[in-house]
C-alpha cells in the first residue's frame, strides 16, 4: 500500500509527534508499505534550521526506507500565537502544493496538531481522490484555547466549525485516548468512524539501563536521587509549579530536579531557576533520538507534569511509555483522567493532583524514602511497557489505513 502522510514535525526533530509518525511509518515500511512523509525542515521547537538542511521549496531525502519530502515554510520559535500561525499556514500551502505533483498515494494521512497540516491531508485527499486518515493527538483548537493562547471569539468558533469539517471529511479517525473519542462522540461524530490508537514505546531502543558514568559525573548526579521531566516545556505543562517543590526541596537531601528538553517557556524557567537559586535544578537542552535512553537513565523518577485544566484530562504525555520502557516509576501531576488511570492502574506511580506542589513534594519523598513502594512500582512499569510497544500500536493503526484503503 502507498501512503502518503502529512506531518509537520519528523526526526531529526525530537518531539513525540516527531517520534510517533517515524516509528509508525518504520514498521510500514519493514511490512512491504511504501511511505512518503510530507514535512518541512527540521526546525523544531527553537525555530533554528538544523544543521546539514536548508529553507528550499522543496527537498527529498530517505530515512530508514521512509520517503520524506520537505518544503519550505516560514519558521520560526515555538513561541508566540501570531507566528506560529504563519508558521503553520505555510507549511499548510506548500505542503499542498508539494503533494499535488507527488505520485497518487492510495491513503492520505494527516496529523493533528498542528490543525493545518491535517486541512492540507484533508485538501490533498480531495484532489488525489483518496480516503483520508485523520490522526488527533490533541483536541485542537480546545487545547490552545486552554492555556490562554487564543480567548473566546469569533476565530475561535470558526477553528471549532473547521475541525468538525475535518472530521465530517475523514473516512477514519485515529485518536489516541479514549477520552477524545467520548469527546468527537458527543459532537456528532459517528462512532465507527473513531479507532483509538494510543502513543506507545518503541521497545527495541528503550530498557533498563545502568547510568552513563560519564554523563553522570558531567552533571554532578553521582549519588543524587534524580526526578527527570523529558520533554516539551511549554504552556501546556505548568512547570513553575514544579520549580515551586524545587525550591521547598532545596535542603533535601541529595535530591536534584532535572530538565531536558526545549519549547516556549524554557527561556522563562531557566531564567527563574537561576533568580531563585535553585541549585538542585539541572537544564539540558533538546537531545538526539539516539540519547534518550541515555539521558532516561540518569532519572529515578519520572515526571509527568500539566497544567491544571479540564482539556488535559483527556490527554496521555508520550513520556508516560518511554518511562516504563525504562523501567522507572512515575509520577504524574495532572487533572484526573486517563493518564492517571493508567499509571496508578499498571501499579506504575502516583497520581498527584495538578499544580499542587505540597503533593508533589510528597510523592517524591515516597518514592525515595520507602525503597519497597520504589520497586513495586519499577516493577509495574516496566511490566506494563509490553502492552504499549510501538510495533504494537502501528499494527493497530495499519489495520484502520488497510481497511479505508481497500474502500478507496
Request: net charge positive; with cysteine; hydrophobic share 45%.
Amino acid at each position: 500500500m502507498r501512503i502518503l502522510f502529512v506531518s509537520d514535525n519528523f526526526p531529526p526533530e525530537r518531539n513525540a509527534p516527531a517520534t510517533r509518525v517515524h516509528e509508525h511509518a518504520c514498521y510500514w515500511v519493514k511490512w512491504g508499505h511504501e511511505v512518503t512523509v510530507l514535512t518541512c525542515v527540521p526546525n523544531f521547537p527553537e525555530g533554528k534550521v538544523y544543521s546539514g538542511y536548508r529553507n528550499r521549496w522543496r527537498q527529498e531525502e530517505w530515512i530508514d526506507g521512509i520517503r520524506v519530502v520537505r518544503v519550505k515554510t516560514f519558521i520560526t520559535a515555538n513561541e508566540g500565537t501570531l507566528l506560529r500561525t504563519l508558521d503553520y499556514l505555510s507549511f499548510m500551502a506548500s505542503a499542498f502544493i508539494a503533494g499535488a505533483f507527488l505520485p497518487k498515494p492510495d491513503v492520505v494521512i494527516a496529523t493533528s496538531p498542528q490543525f493545518f497540516a491535517a486541512v492540507a491531508g484533508c485538501g490533498l485527499s480531495g484532489l488525489l481522490g483518496r480516503p483520508y486518515l485523520l490522526e488527533v493527538r490533541d483536541l485542537w483548537p480546545a487545547s490552545i484555547a486552554a492555556v490562554g493562547a487564543l480567548k473566546e471569539s469569533f476565530l475561535l468558533r470558526l477553528l471549532e466549525r473547521v475541525e468538525l469539517f475535518l472530521y465530517r471529511k475523514a473516512s477514519a479517525i485515529v485518536v489516541v485516548t479514549n477520552a477524545f473519542k467520548e469527546d468527537l462522540e458527543r459532537r456528532g461524530v459517528p462512532p465507527g468512524k473513531i479507532a483509538v490508537v494510543i502513543n506507545g514505546v518503541d521497545l527495541p531502543r528503550y530498557a533498563p539501563r545502568p547510568r552513563d558514568p560519564e554523563l553522570e559525573a558531567k552533571l554532578d548526579l553521582a549519588g543524587r536521587f534524580v526526578v527527570g521531566y523529558v520533554g516539551t516545556h511549554g504552556m501546556a505543562h505548568a512547570l513553575e509549579k514544579v520549580l515551586d517543590v524545587a525550591g521547598r526541596m532545596r535542603e533535601a537531601a541529595g535530591i536534584r530536579f532535572l530538565f531536558v528538553g526545549g519549547g516556549a517557556e524554557k527561556a522563562k524557567l531557566v531564567e527563574e531557576a537561576e533568580r531563585r537559586g535553585l541549585t538542585n535544578v539541572t537544564f539540558l537542552p533538546p537531545q538526539p533520538k539516539e540519547r534518550m535512553p541515555e539521558i532516561w537513565s540518569l532519572c529515578d523518577v519520572a515526571l509527568v507534569h500539566l497544567k491544571n485544566s479540564p482539556a488535559f484530562a483527556s490527554v496521555i504525555p508520550s513520556k508516560i511509555f518511554e518511562a516504563m520502557g525504562m523501567g522507572l516509576p512515575i509520577v504524574i501531576a495532572s487533572p484526573k483522567g486517563e493518564a492517571g488511570g493508567i499509571v496508578e492502574g499498571d501499579g506504575a506511580g502516583i497520581w498527584v493532583p495538578p499544580e499542587d506542589p505540597s503533593a508533589l513534594e510528597g510523592a517524591v519523598l515516597r518514592l525515595k524514602d520507602d525503597s519497597a513502594l520504589y520497586e513495586r512500582c519499577a516493577a509495574g512499569s516496566l511490566a506494563a511497557a509490553p502492552r504499549y510497544s510501538r510495533e504494537r500500536k502501528a499494527e493497530e493503526m495499519i489495520r484502520v489505513v488497510e481497511r479505508i484503503g481497500k474502500r478507496g
